[in-house]
């Protein structure tokens, strides 16, 4: 009797700090527990990903990783014969360009959390500690921190606009 042999998934390791790997988590559905996140063409993360590929008939280097997460690559009616001959991976350039637009989307996504806290009264403590349970993580000085600083920076930024405004105006009345 033939044991199947089991096509092997393509995929991709980069170095994601901790909260922004829970939050590619929850934007995929992929759980916690589960080794690989799977994205799909069909979805922003998955298009994004598969825009930072490079594709070698080499195998790359692996460097050493802080906190490797496992990325399934997409497979569409166009690279499906690469990712079956080469070797794919994204570059240490490619993935400082990752990371940084999944810290983005994932500032975007803090903000508007925020925003519809404090418009249903709840304070920054009740809107952290959602945050961090839809995410899944842990309630820890980093991931608090982390999430405060960006609601601080935020609201900073927006007195600083307000004041501003009211400068310009008082200047235009003199």
């Known amino acids: 009797m033939s044991e199947k042999i089991q096509p092997v998934k393509p ?96 500032n975007k996504w803090i903000d508007v959390f925020f925003e519809d806290g404090y418009g249903m009264n709840l304070s920054q403590l009740d809107i952290i500690e959602s945050v961090l349970d839809i995410l899944n993580l842990r309630m820890n000085t980093t991931n608090f921190d982390q999430i405060k600083k960006r609601d601080y920076r935020k609201t900073k930024s927006n007195i600083r606009k307000r004041s501003i405004e009211i400068l310009r105006l008082r200047l235009s009345v003199v």
């Open 11 to 106: 995929s991709v390791v980069i170095d994601l700090p901790p909260i922004l790997e829970a939050f590619l988590r929850f934007a995929t559905d992929t759980p916690k527990d589960q080794k690989e996140i799977i994205v799909s063409r069909k979805t922003e993360f998955g298009k994004m990903i598969n825009g930072f590929l490079t594709k070698s008939t080499t195998t790359p280097d692996k460097e050493p990783a802080e906190n490797p997460v496992f990325i399934v690559v997409p497979r569409t009616e166009f690279n499906w014969f690469s990712l079956d001959t080469m070797c794919v991976y994204i570059s240490k350039e490619d993935q400082e360009q990752l990371v940084d637009r999944i810290e983005v989307l994932f």
